[in-house]
């Protein structure tokens, strides 16, 4: 099973649990990474090793709906840092934080339909450790920079530059792109917003290289 074979998810799982086994508070941890790392996929592996005192919960669900983007310049750099609701994002995490609510629901992306969802995530009351993972937790511009004093730990993401090209020129195709409207995008839009990202590295309390 990855929880244990797997070196980088087993050494957070096992810092999760030792911190569980030490408090009762309930652990917010910011996962950052480019466009294309695999920090969702990280997020929903370390979620599934620690069980139901887990929950991720996804700085994507806070996307600007089309509608909003629409006819404006903001749509052709969706994904970009003033592509996202940051105000809201910021709410729903000092509601996770304060932790005095049977059950909070957070908003989810829709892959496919390219959009959010909300109340889609339940997070109740006796979940411990709180995953939330995006592109932009660690910038430190305006209102982001609140969303690290909210966080316990953040972790960067790392992974090889073509292999994180190729996973987002295949999303961008499975999401209705052709492959070179696709390849253009993640060669563009993306790759900037990655360079952005990449900035922020340095504020990160752990770094996790994955493949």
């Known amino acids: ?7 980088a998810i087993a050494e957070v799982v096992a810092h999760l649990r030792q911190h569980a086994s030490e408090a009762d508070d309930r652990q917010i941890i910011g ?3 480019a466009p294309g790392t695999g920090k969702s996929t990280v997020a929903h592996l370390v979620a599934e090793c620690l069980g139901a005192d887990a929950v991720v919960v996804p700085m994507d ?3 600007l ?10 749509k052709d750099r969706k994904g970009a840092i003033d592509t996202f609701d940051v105000g809201g994002l910021l709410s729903l995490l000092k509601r996770l934080r304060s932790r005095d609510e049977q059950v909070v629901y957070a908003p989810a ?33 305006g209102p982001w920079a609140a969303l690290r004093g909210l966080l316990d730990e ?15 020129i295949d999303r961008h195709v499975a999401a209705g792109m052709d492959r070179e ?16 990202v990449h900035s922020t590295r340095h504020r990160a309390d752990r770094t996790i290289q994955w493949n």
Request: proline content about 6%; glycine content about 6%; charged content about 20%.
């Open 109 to 141: 992306y829709r892959r496919g339909l390219e959009e959010p969802i909300a109340a889609s995530i339940a997070v109740p009351q006796s979940a411990r450790v709180v995953l939330t993972e995006g592109n932009y937790l660690l910038a430190d511009d």
């Open 65 to 74: 709906a089309n509608t909003i983007l629409d006819g404006t310049p903001l």
């Open 154 to 168: 953040t972790w960067f993401v790392e992974t090889p530059q073509e292999t994180r090209l190729a996973r987002l």
């Open 1 to 7: 099973m990855i929880c244990t074979t797997n070196k």
């Open 31 to 33: 996962i950052v990474g």
């Open 181 to 196: 409207a696709a390849t253009d995008w993640a060669n563009g839009p993306d790759e900037r917003n990655a360079r952005f």
């Open 61 to 63: 669900g806070f996307h």
